[in-house]
């Protein structure tokens, strides 16, 4: 909450503020559910373009494509992906978005300590509080970023690579 309020009430000018940026697009998108549900979750799954610069609705977004026609992996849209999914389960706060991003950057740091012991072979619950009190990770996986994303991802790589080491069932379908 307090990267969003820092980004709210001291850089003023949202549309420079990446919080807000994504979130808007992402409220862009969510428009389109209400109008258009197949054409959204077509979108929204990547199999239509109609954000890209031959799109219909390539006017809505200001951050879906990179600049310059870069044809780059653009992480901008998975954030935004996300912001459009859970304004369909929130009443579209940015402070609600916050809390659901925190919740997975706090799922994931938990999850990666939760790892991390099993590969150090330490106590659980330190791993676990070393992780979530970690300066830079406490303050940038609580954002509606994509840092909690690229943390939740990170975490379940570790997870399945130590389950493929076990060579559970599990771990092979993980």
Known sequence: LGIVAI??????????ADVYRYYFDGMAMAKLHAQQPSEFWLNWLGLAQDFDYDGKYFDQMANW???YDNRMYNNNRI????????ALIS???????SLLFAW????ASYALGSILARWLKVRSDWSILGTLF???????ASAPLKE??????MALCLWSAWFLSK???????G
């Open 167 to 173: 060579k559970s069932w599990l771990g092979i379908l």
């Open 134 to 140: 970690f300066p830079s990770l406490w303050l940038w």
């Open 7 to 16: 980004y709210t009430w001291y850089y003023t000018d949202l549309s420079k």
């Open 65 to 67: 494509t990179l600049p």
């Open 79 to 86: 954030v935004i992906r996300i912001h459009a999914f859970f």
């Open 91 to 97: 009443d579209r706060s940015i402070w609600q978005h």
């Open 148 to 153: 909690p994303i690229v943390l939740a991802g």
């Open 104 to 107: 997975i950057g706090f799922g």
